[in-house]
């Protein structure tokens, strides 16, 4: 990823920290857009610590004006190779349970938030002969999962979004995929655990760990559709 410069939603925790530590660390400039700044800032410095090129910018992408400014502004500075349309929020929660403040709040970030990013770089990488972009989707997007109703259904859509706009965009050179984890160690895991589960946080970690086919949390493959050797992956 040398001298590629890539803009990572959430990039201030869980995945989204990760991938812009896994991006820096292969050679990329990152850009963290996320609505929480001071996270954002303390991954940066992080990144430059270690002889990487990193800048935090504040960014809440369900306001479309605000994404369309952040990014307008970096345009303006540099070519934008990669989007990663990391932020997102979960929930926990049956049709029944899911009051209609939690489904438009899950829309709102993990749906509009993606269309935002996407909305905001694409005309620039058209422009500018081409790009990546990355969604993060999940399983529960493809594969009944318990109690995850609104949750299922945002990332339901960011699947359907990221086929839609690979097949619109592949003739202008960019490439569109999404990655759809199973669990991940992240804060949300923690906070849940720690509010479910007070002095078993461990025990439950363990056994939601030892659920998945491989035995422990995945983390990404985000530098690997990334890559310029895999080109040819797209949707």
């Not at 990193?54 to 990669?82: M, N, P, W, Y």
């Not at 932020?87 to 749906?111: C, K, P, Q, Y």
């Not at 770089?121 to 529960?140: E, T």
Request: charged share 20%.
């Amino acid at each position: 990823m040398d001298g590629k410069v890539a803009i990572v939603t959430g990039g201030g925790s869980g995945i989204g920290q990760a991938v812009a530590l896994r991006f820096a660390a292969n050679g990329a400039a990152v850009r963290i857009a996320d609505i929480n700044l001071k996270q954002a800032e303390a991954i940066a410095r992080q990144i430059t610590d270690a002889g990487g090129q990193g800048t935090a910018h504040s960014c809440d992408v369900t306001d479309q004006r605000q994404v369309r400014e952040v990014f307008k502004g970096l345009f303006a500075r540099e070519r934008i190779e990669i989007l990663v349309n990391n932020a997102g929020i979960s929930h926990v929660g049956t049709v029944e349970s899911t009051t209609e403040e939690d489904f438009d709040r899950l829309f709102r970030v993990n749906v509009k938030g993606i269309y935002n990013g996407m909305q905001a770089c694409i005309g620039h990488m058209k422009a500018s002969g081409g790009g990546v972009i990355l969604n993060m989707a999940s399983i529960a997007g493809s594969a009944a999962l318990a109690d995850r109703f609104a949750y299922s259904m945002s990332k339901g859509a960011v699947i359907a979004m990221t086929y839609s706009v690979a097949k619109d965009y592949v003739q202008h050179n960019i490439r569109c995929n999404c990655i759809s984890p199973a669990r991940v160690h992240t804060p949300f895991v923690d906070d849940y655990l720690r509010k479910n589960y007070p002095g078993r946080e461990k025990e439950m970690y363990e056994k939601l760990a030892k659920s998945q086919p491989i035995g422990r949390m995945i983390r990404w493959m985000a530098a690997f559709l990334i890559c310029a050797a895999k080109s040819w992956i797209c949707g």
